[in-house]
């Protein structure tokens, strides 16, 4: 089920409350997203915890961070940016804000979830916690190189710059008169499609 949307992008937190209520026969799996695809927006997911926290329904919390999650975890302090310890499971691509030349992702989730998954494989004599099994160990070396290389003050400042370059974006379209906007986190611009020349 999908819930509405701020013309902004960020989660109608009323829309979810009412979805929740209007299925609580049902256990929830709710995902939120920290950098919308569109326009970057976050939602709050202390907020969604608290709406989820409040309801007897069972729930997982699942945060999108594929676009900005690590950015938006990286810029504490930011009254705009609420991402918390209290998610049952987060997912980042590697290859967009942390740059690998290859796409990748990881899926971070509590021990005792992620134990639920583990099956014990014959023919290794391990336990496999993957969810897809066997594949390529190539891109989590490229994430280890890209977060150990530039490390967490690299990325803050790398994220630091780009927010900076969107906001100088956004002015200079703002002085030739086209709508451009961004939200405060973002370093992404948003703006309706120039008319045909
Ligand atoms: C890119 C993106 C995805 C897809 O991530 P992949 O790593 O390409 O699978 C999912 N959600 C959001 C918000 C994205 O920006």
């Known amino acids: 089920m999908v819930v509405r949307a701020d013309e902004r992008g960020e989660m109608d937190y009323d829309d979810l409350a009412r979805m929740v209520e209007r299925h609580r026969d049902r ?38 961070g594929a676009l900005a999650g690590v950015p938006i975890a990286l810029a504490d302090g930011r009254a705009t940016l609420r991402l918390d310890a209290t998610v049952d499971s987060i997912s980042i691509s590697g290859y967009k804000f942390l740059g690998t030349p290859v796409p990748c992702g990881v899926v971070l989730t509590r021990r005792t979830l992620q134990q639920r998954l583990a099956r014990s494989a014959n023919y290794t004599g391990t336990v496999d916690t993957t969810i897809s099994g066997s594949r390529s160990g190539h891109p989590a070396l490229l994430l280890w190189y890209a977060i150990r290389s ?24 703002n002085e030739v008169g086209w709508p451009a906007w961004r939200h405060e986190h973002a370093f992404t611009v948003v703006f309706p499609t120039p008319p045909r020349p």
Do not use: K, N, S
């Open 27 to 64: 256990p929830a799996v709710v995902v939120a997203t920290c950098g919308t695809t569109m326009t970057e927006a976050a939602d709050d997911v202390p907020q969604i915890r608290e709406l989820l926290a409040r309801t007897p329904v069972r729930h997982h919390l699942h945060v999108d």
């Open 150 to 173: 530039l490390g967490h003050d690299g990325l803050r400042e790398r994220a630091e710059r780009a927010r900076e370059l969107a906001a100088y974006a956004v002015q200079r379209l």
